[in-house]
T-cell receptor, first 110, second 115 residues
Framework: GQQVMQIPQYQHVQEGEDFTTYCNSS?????IQWYKQRPGGHPVFLIQ?????EVKKQKRLTFQFGEAKKNSSLHITATQTTDVGTYFC??????????FGKGTKLSVKP | NAGVTQTPKFQVLKTGQSMTLQCAQD?????MYWYRQDPGMGLRLIYY???????DKGEVPNGYNVSRLNKREFSLRLESAAPSQTSVYFC??????????????FGPGTRLTVL
């Protein structure tokens, strides 16, 4: 079945360093969504990408959708302790439901 | 608006006991979902309801049943709890637009331990 793979599983950075998580799908995606889950919290929607090659920015966060619409990335510039959490990508499956990657857990050392 | 609410927040069960997790949303969303989250496994879909009156199995439905009581409420039932069902359970909902913008809204979760 359709899979959404996400790497790395964990990332430990020093505050101020950059961070990137990558998402790859076994099939072409109509769109991709990104969610953030703070420790002990629930996933919260960050953004959706729809167009091939699309790039969107939210302050220090940059989201990209690949040209072939099979991969995506989230890049955080100059991480802060408030960036701590798990970042999930999710693509729409054949039944219309979201298929989530396993997430990248980011820890930031002050 | 409260968004998506779940009860209870925490629950401890003994093996073989049954319980129902409740979920309600006040955003007039069509679709509702139940996920479980285990360490290193991400979010796995248990059951979903694309619209009122319909329910379908997700990736990991065994050991669970659901009821879409009305447009607002979607409950998840464990008939005979097993230790493998120890997990955090999230309910989510979304509306169904013709356009692409259709984020999912998650509830705060239920942390379930089965002894």
């Amino acid at each position: 079945g359709q899979q959404v793979m996400q790497i790395p599983q964990y990332q430990h950075v020093q505050e101020g360093e950059d961070f990137t998580t990558y998402c790859n799908s076994s099939t072409t995606l109509s769109n991709i969504q990104w969610y953030k889950q703070r420790p002990g919290g629930h996933p919260v929607f960050l953004i959706q990408l729809v167009k091939s090659g699309e790039v969107k920015k939210q302050k220090r966060l940059t989201f990209q959708f690949g040209e072939a619409k099979k991969n995506s990335s989230l890049h955080i510039t100059a991480t802060q302790t408030t960036d701590v959490g798990t970042y999930f990508c999710a693509g729409r499956g054949s039944q219309g439901n979201l298929i989530f990657g396993k997430g990248t857990k980011l820890s930031v050392k002050p | 608006n409260a968004g998506v609410t779940q009860t209870p927040k925490f629950q401890v069960l003994k093996t073989g006991q049954s319980m129902t997790l409740q979920c309600a949303q006040d955003m007039n969303h069509n679709s509702m979902y139940w996920y479980r989250q285990d360490p290193g496994m991400g979010l796995r879909l248990i059951y979903y309801s694309a619209s009122e009156g319909t329910t379908d199995k997700g990736e990991v439905p065994n050991g669970y049943n659901v009821s879409r009581l009305n447009k607002r409420e979607f409950s998840l039932r464990l008939e005979s709890a097993a230790p493998s069902q120890t997990s955090v359970y999230f309910c989510a909902s979304r509306t169904v637009w013709q356009g692409p913008f259709n984020e999912q809204f998650f509830g705060p979760g239920t942390r379930l331990t089965v002894l």
